[in-house]
């Protein structure tokens, strides 16, 4: 039997029945091994053969640890080989499976973040704009406190004898500044409502525009991530499972040595869409290189908080325009009773 009968031997249905690349061209582990015991083989073949043919010229000192014909030391050593084969491929293959099923964890744990960071952010945005309404509301209810204080002043100043046609300046005086005072806070309140519209809309954009970056620094991550579907599957090695398990899992029409996926996603690239409100876009499309459970729970994340402060923003909104239109109707109620006041005192002295 010749060295390339062995190797034919030992390589039996395998797929290295090809000439082995040189072990410096060699980058995976298992290629590696294999061509070290490759090579250990043809060595140990070849120094057998020769010895086996010098062996009735030579004295054998260690008979016990040396097989009488070339077929069984061949035998001996191929089974050998094959024993550290197996024990190597095995060890890869644990590590293929421990090594699948971090990143498992990591894909699982790395999906946490996206909810937690935009939660930061939206909790910034949220204590910002809250600081700025209340601002805005400090410094109209100053000028409005100020204002009533006028209204009531001249409320005091509208006397009976005022009525009277020798004082009229004094009345028509009074009536001016009175309606000085209500273009006043009519310019107040309008300028309040107006600023209050433009900053809610002015921090809409602005969260809409932190969120996208945040939201395209994160996808950058995610995709830079290894994940479980670009690593070799290995051989599936079951654990060990009650008879329940194994009955739900057939019943399922799962193969018993197959591992149960609990969750599975395409994970192709996508185009998520960007923020919007009111049927207009604020932000751009985010392209993705490809998918993962991170990418899906960034824009779920994203877009649950969006809609919560639009739903807040929208509800301040609606507040001061009601406050707007409740304010300018106490106004207008007042305005009337001032005219009907100025009307009964002009009445007291024979004039309507």
């Not at 209810?141 to 002043?153: N, R």
């Not at 991550?221 to 194994?246: A, C, H, N, Q, W």
């Not at 919560?308 to 305005?335: P, Y």
Request: with cysteine; charged share 30%.
């Amino acid at each position: 039997m010749t060295v390339m009968d062995v190797y034919k031997v030992y390589s039996d249905d395998e797929d290295d029945e090809a000439e082995p690349q040189p072990v410096g061209e060699a980058t995976h582990l298992l290629d590696i091994i294999r061509r070290g015991i490759d090579d250990c083989l043809a060595g140990l073949v070849a120094a057998g053969e020769m010895f086996y043919k010098q062996k009735n010229n030579r004295k054998v000192t260690r008979p016990q640890a040396l097989q009488d014909t070339f077929d069984e030391f061949y035998q001996v050593i191929v089974d050998k080989l094959r024993s550290y084969r197996a024990q190597c491929e095995e060890y890869h293959n644990q590590c293929l499976q421990e090594f699948r099923d971090q990143l498992e964890r990591l894909e699982s744990t790395a999906s946490l973040l996206p909810r937690l960071v935009i939660r930061e952010l939206v909790d910034g945005h949220l204590a910002q704009l809250k600081a700025k309404l209340a601002e805005q509301e400090r410094l109209f209810v100053a000028q409005q406190t100020a204002l009533e204080q006028q209204k009531q002043a001249y409320q005091r100043e509208l006397r009976p004898p005022l009525g009277h046609p020798d004082r009229r300046g004094e009345l028509e005086a009074l009536d001016r500044k009175e309606q000085q005072r209500k273009e006043q806070f009519d310019e107040c309140l309008q300028q309040h409502c107006t600023s209050v519209q433009a900053l809610l809309k002015e921090q809409r954009r602005e969260l809409a525009n932190n969120m996208h970056a945040l939201s395209a620094e994160l996808v950058q991550l995610f995709d830079s991530m290894l994940v479980v579907d670009e690593v070799s599957k290995g051989k599936y090695i079951p654990p060990r499972r009650t008879t329940s398990e194994l009955l739900r899992q057939k019943k399922a029409g799962i193969p018993l040595d197959q591992k149960v996926e609990l969750r599975s996603i395409d994970r192709a690239a996508k185009k998520w869409p960007g923020l919007s409100s009111h049927g207009r876009a604020l932000t751009v499309d985010i392209l993705a290189r490809k998918s993962t459970f991170g990418h899906l729970q960034l824009f779920q994340a994203r877009n649950d908080a969006f809609q919560e402060m639009e739903t807040r923003i929208n509800g301040w909104a609606d507040a001061t325009t009601r406050k707007k239109d409740t304010l300018g109707q106490d106004e207008q109620r007042w305005t009337a009773t001032w005219k009907r006041s100025l009307q009964s005192l002009k009445g007291l002295y024979g004039e309507h």
